[in-house]
């Protein structure tokens, strides 16, 4: 870290007069007096920070600065936490989220990853950009680590941290703009040792970089989370109507109706876990088309329609369309429905690779070597597609699956306008 000048000077940090050390870098600055600017590339051991990641925008005299870039000067006025800049921010991280394929609940880094827990502070539900499922590798040659380039957001904190005893880098900045991609000294990488291997595993804010032999040891802890979920008290208990409300209601029920597309029903377990529950639900809505009642085409128009499940089929859009087309509000349950999830897992690899791997070479591929085909069959999207790019979504409900306490509390909500409280701790993309 750099020494810097002792001399203090008086800034303003959001209107408020602070007084700092000049020359002190604006993260930090502010992390000391109380305001939090959120960072993915920036890491003490790195001075200067790489300022890559542009997660930690700022104004700076009116002007949008990088703060791990920036240094307190005398008579500064620095903008943190204003409406533009949250959601600026905001916007930074789902960038981040549709550029490479985040599928958190295949990734061994859930829960300890930064960019999982920047999009959790930010209450992102969805990216507000189409994502981008790039087709990259995974790098197996190295002799300690793996390479998931998939999640890579290239910090260059690998490049600027991760050496071997006798200070040889490791990894290295290839390619450039779009194309970069982070490239491994396979000779030195080598030669690390296995602890430092490991902390270089540690020093990748997501989860691209792996090690081989070993596993993260405590999955689904979150990095932010205050208190372990297996010490938290239970959630209180779900505010339902009162009485009065709840013979109001019924007598003006409200009609759900549920799809699963490209999904596993997982998503409808969960809406079934919600146990007793479920009656009291029950007295405030009738479920219309929906696999919970076998009723397959729409009798009535609905006040809310549950999607679990992306579009990975014409037949799949085509419901979707028709859910859109009859239902009040839309909200897509689960993360298949939000992201694609596994079912995307397939985007980034050709169709025609994939129907020939699932139907003549995989090794339960049945003697008739055909890939199925009729006018009747469904016809396979070349992607799996998030519902929200087919038609407007007006709810999301994150989580693989979602809890039944989550999703209960997001109907109540939006069909009788009761309290939502959701604890941080169990909003889950995971
Ligand atoms: S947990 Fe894995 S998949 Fe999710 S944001 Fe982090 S790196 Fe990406
Ligand atoms: S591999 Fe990890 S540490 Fe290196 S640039 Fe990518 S995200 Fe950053």
């Given at each position: 870290m750099k020494a810097h000048d002792e001399k203090e000077v008086r800034i303003l940090l959001d209107g408020k007069a602070i007084t700092c050390p000049e020359g002190g870098n604006l993260v930090r600055v502010a992390q000391e007096n109380g305001v939090y600017i959120p960072t993915l590339c920036f890491f003490d051991h790195i001075d200067p920070s790489p300022g890559t990641c542009?997660?930690?925008t700022v104004k700076v005299n009116g002007k949008y600065t990088a703060a791990c870039q920036a240094t307190a000067k005398a008579g500064m006025e620095v903008e943190v936490m204003t409406?533009?800049?949250l959601d600026y921010r905001k916007a930074v991280v789902e960038l981040l989220f549709a550029e490479g394929n985040h599928i958190c609940p295949l990734c061994e880094k859930s829960g300890k990853c930064t960019l999982q827990a920047l999009g959790y502070e930010m209450h992102m539900e969805t990216p507000r950009f189409p994502y981008t499922f790039p087709d990259r590798q995974i790098d197996y040659r190295p002799t300690h680590l793996m390479l998931e380039h998939h999640r890579c957001v290239q910090c260059k904190r690998c490049v600027e941290d991760v050496f071997t005893d006798d200070g040889k880098?490791?990894?290295?900045?290839?390619?450039?703009?779009?194309?970069?991609?982070?490239?491994v000294d396979y000779e030195q990488e080598a030669r690390l040792t296995p602890e430092q291997a490991h902390r270089a595993?540690?020093?990748c804010p997501v989860g691209t970089i792996l090690l081989k032999e070993d596993t993260i040891e405590a999955p689904g802890h979150?990095?932010?989370?205050?208190?372990?979920?297996?010490?938290?008290?239970?959630p209180a208990a779900t505010e339902k109507p009162g009485a009065v409300a709840m013979v109001a209601a019924a007598e003006q029920k409200k009609v759900v109706a549920t799809v699963s597309l490209a999904g596993c029903f997982g998503c409808h377990m969960s809406m079934l876990d919600m146990d007793l529950d479920l009656l009291d639900l029950l007295q405030l809505v009738t479920f219309n088309r929906s696999p919970l009642t076998d009723i397959k085409q729409f009798t009535t128009r609905c006040d809310i329609g549950l999607i679990e499940g992306g579009c990975c089929s014409d037949e799949n859009v085509e419901v979707l369309r028709k859910f859109r087309e009859n239902c009040d509000i839309?909200?897509?349950?689960?993360?298949?429905?939000?992201?694609?999830?596994?079912?995307a897992l397939r985007n980034w690899l050709p169709l025609e690779q994939v129907?020939?791997?699932?139907?003549?070479?995989?090794?339960?591929?049945?003697?008739?070597?055909?890939?199925?085909?009729?006018?009747?069959l469904p016809k396979i999207l070349d992607k799996v597609y998030p519902c929200h790019e087919v038609v407007k979504i007006d709810y999301f409900i994150p989580g693989c699956p979602p809890g039944a306490d989550h999703i209960y509390k997001v109907v109540q909500n939006i069909l009788f306008g009761t309290n939502f409280d959701v604890p941080y701790e169990i909003f889950k993309y995971d």
């Amino acid at each position: 870290m750099k020494a810097h000048d002792e001399k203090e000077v008086r800034i303003l940090l959001d209107g408020k007069a602070i007084t700092c050390p000049e020359g002190g870098n604006l993260v930090r600055v502010a992390q000391e007096n109380g305001v939090y600017i959120p960072t993915l590339c920036f890491f003490d051991h790195i001075d200067p920070s790489p300022g890559t990641c542009r997660v930690c925008t700022v104004k700076v005299n009116g002007k949008y600065t990088a703060a791990c870039q920036a240094t307190a000067k005398a008579g500064m006025e620095v903008e943190v936490m204003t409406p533009e800049l949250l959601d600026y921010r905001k916007a930074v991280v789902e960038l981040l989220f549709a550029e490479g394929n985040h599928i958190c609940p295949l990734c061994e880094k859930s829960g300890k990853c930064t960019l999982q827990a920047l999009g959790y502070e930010m209450h992102m539900e969805t990216p507000r950009f189409p994502y981008t499922f790039p087709d990259r590798q995974i790098d197996y040659r190295p002799t300690h680590l793996m390479l998931e380039h998939h999640r890579c957001v290239q910090c260059k904190r690998c490049v600027e941290d991760v050496f071997t005893d006798d200070g040889k880098p490791v990894f290295f900045f290839q390619q450039r703009g779009k194309d970069t991609v982070v490239a491994v000294d396979y000779e030195q990488e080598a030669r690390l040792t296995p602890e430092q291997a490991h902390r270089a595993m540690d020093i990748c804010p997501v989860g691209t970089i792996l090690l081989k032999e070993d596993t993260i040891e405590a999955p689904g802890h979150r990095k932010y989370d205050h208190v372990p979920i297996s010490e938290l008290p239970p959630p209180a208990a779900t505010e339902k109507p009162g009485a009065v409300a709840m013979v109001a209601a019924a007598e003006q029920k409200k009609v759900v109706a549920t799809v699963s597309l490209a999904g596993c029903f997982g998503c409808h377990m969960s809406m079934l876990d919600m146990d007793l529950d479920l009656l009291d639900l029950l007295q405030l809505v009738t479920f219309n088309r929906s696999p919970l009642t076998d009723i397959k085409q729409f009798t009535t128009r609905c006040d809310i329609g549950l999607i679990e499940g992306g579009c990975c089929s014409d037949e799949n859009v085509e419901v979707l369309r028709k859910f859109r087309e009859n239902c009040d509000i839309l909200v897509s349950v689960g993360a298949c429905a939000i992201n694609g999830n596994l079912p995307a897992l397939r985007n980034w690899l050709p169709l025609e690779q994939v129907m020939t791997e699932a139907y003549l070479d995989a090794p339960t591929a049945d003697a008739t070597g055909l890939i199925p085909h009729h006018e009747d069959l469904p016809k396979i999207l070349d992607k799996v597609y998030p519902c929200h790019e087919v038609v407007k979504i007006d709810y999301f409900i994150p989580g693989c699956p979602p809890g039944a306490d989550h999703i209960y509390k997001v109907v109540q909500n939006i069909l009788f306008g009761t309290n939502f409280d959701v604890p941080y701790e169990i909003f889950k993309y995971d």
